[in-house]
């Protein structure tokens, strides 16, 4: 492993990347550093191996394959409509919701057990609780009563 | 005399107008060079055409965000690793939550179809990419068989170009370390 300071800016140099004051400052060391020396020359081993390798082609039928002009449903400006039409729909679902869940709140039964209630919705009687035919018993004897 | 051809810059405006055959000629002008970048990126081919088509499904939907300010291939290209990156990730996670063994890494039919000494040169160069973290990988890649200078390296990444000067740096010590004999 090459310790030297310099080995920092090999990389740089092998690939012409430095700045002519670094390029010259490299070059004057390598004249006395063995092991610079001798990894810039790894470096250009490592790329006369890349330089001889070739990256296999895309098959011609895949290559039309991809070429062939996008299909209709995501050309741009249908892509466009339909993205809109998405959100407006998504939208409308938001909204309805809302009014839904608006409209559920108003008609939900009063939690109230008044006799008015009972008369009201005689279907939402609780006749598990005396509660109501109590205070209904009541009322008719409050009627009964009256002069 | 022939017509001269037209530029990446004049086919996407010509795409842009609805020009279909502008696609079909962009397509055959990078996708060759787009889908060996991502073969050595990924090292396997159904993956790298997988990625090459996304690549150019997803330019098609962003052609308005292209300002021009980079070059056409460039910006394919940083598409291409986008996607590339993605794949990768996604793979990882899948190998993680798998409790199969994990099948062959890489597409042995391109290693052996071919003429013995360009089947060696692929074969290790393949070999000495997988051993480099994805990272590593890129940036020896971009380089090495892209060509592409340290500020396009830095640009297609969205790295500071220092930080591609250190990747580089380290993938190239990684490997001299790994193949001392074979470069030797």
Redesign the interface.
């Known amino acids: 492993?090459n310790t030297c300071s310099h080995s920092?800016l090999?990389?740089?140099y092998h690939?012409g990347?430095l700045s002519p004051e670094d390029r010259a400052r490299v070059e004057g060391h390598l004249r006395d550093c063995p092991a610079c020396a001798a990894?810039l020359e790894?470096?250009a081993?490592?790329?006369s191996?890349?330089?001889?390798?070739?990256?296999?082609?895309?098959a011609s039928d895949?290559?039309r394959?991809?070429?062939?002009?996008?299909p209709i449903w995501?050309?741009?400006g249908y892509?466009r409509f339909v993205e809109s039409l998405a959100g407006i729909a998504a939208a409308i679902l938001v909204a309805a919701s809302g009014w839904m869940l608006y409209q559920q709140r108003d008609t939900a039964p009063p939690r109230d057990s008044s006799i008015a209630y009972v008369v009201v919705n005689p279907d939402q009687l609780d006749t598990s609780s005396e509660a109501p035919s109590a205070r209904l018993n009541d009322w008719i004897a409050g009627e009964v009563q009256r002069p | 005399m022939g017509q001269l051809e037209a530029s990446d810059a004049e086919l996407v405006r010509r795409i842009r107008a609805g020009d279909g055959t502008a696609f079909r000629e962009l397509v055959d002008r990078h996708g060759n060079s787009l889908f060996g970048l991502a073969y050595t990126l990924l090292g396997s081919a159904s993956d790298a055409e997988d990625v090459v088509q996304e690549t150019f499904l997803g330019a098609f939907r962003r052609l308005d965000a292209f300002e021009g300010r980079s070059a056409v291939k460039t910006w394919l290209t940083r598409i291409l690793l986008n996607h590339t990156s993605k794949l990768r990730r996604s793979k990882r996670v899948r190998k993680a939550e798998s409790t199969e063994t994990p099948a062959a890494a890489n597409d042995r039919s391109l290693r052996t179809g071919s003429p013995a000494v360009a089947v060696d040169s692929r074969v290790d160069v393949m070999a000495m990419l997988d051993t480099l973290s994805p990272d590593h990988r890129q940036v020896i890649v971009l380089r090495e068989l892209e060509g592409l200078s340290y500020e396009e390296i830095a640009e297609a990444l969205g790295v500071p170009r220092g930080t591609v000067e250190s990747r580089l740096h380290r993938a190239r010590q990684e490997l001299k370390q790994r193949y001392a004999g074979y470069l030797t």
Do not use: K, W, Y
Request: net charge negative; proline share 9%; hydrophobic share 45%.
């Open positions: 492993m920092q090999l990389s740089a690939d990347e990894e790894q470096f081993r490592l790329t191996v890349f330089a001889g390798f070739e990256p296999p082609r895309l895949a290559l394959r991809i070429g062939d002009e996008p995501i050309q741009r892509l």
